[in-house]
């Protein structure tokens, strides 16, 4: 079963997540993160921004630290010279 979800929104470009299941890792699942920018040529084309291939223990390591990111108290100034978003 292939879990997909939109992680941004906006009126020209969207972010999606999917995991799908793949054969190896045994029990490991795909991570992509793709986009669409609604007025390129091809608009209902995605691009694969990023793609691993997780096995169970990488899958709770990603959830472990998306848990802690929305755990922890909201900080509007970065502690850390991270991108820009």
């Not at 009126?11 to 609604?38: E, K, M, N, W």
């Not at 995605?46 to 793609?51: A, M, P, S, T």
């Not at 997780?54 to 922890?72: C, M, N, P, V, Y």
Request: net charge positive; with cysteine.
């Amino acid at each position: 079963m292939t879990n997909r979800t939109t992680l941004l929104d906006s009126a020209d470009f969207r972010l999606y997540a999917r995991l799908s299941p793949v054969s190896s890792p045994p029990g490991g699942h795909a991570l992509t993160i793709s986009s669409q920018r609604l007025h390129s040529r091809n608009p209902h084309e995605e691009q694969v921004r990023f793609l691993a291939c997780l096995d169970r223990e990488g899958l709770q390591a990603l959830a472990d630290l998306l848990q802690a990111t929305l755990s922890a108290p909201a900080n509007p100034q970065p502690t850390q010279k991270g991108p820009a978003c």
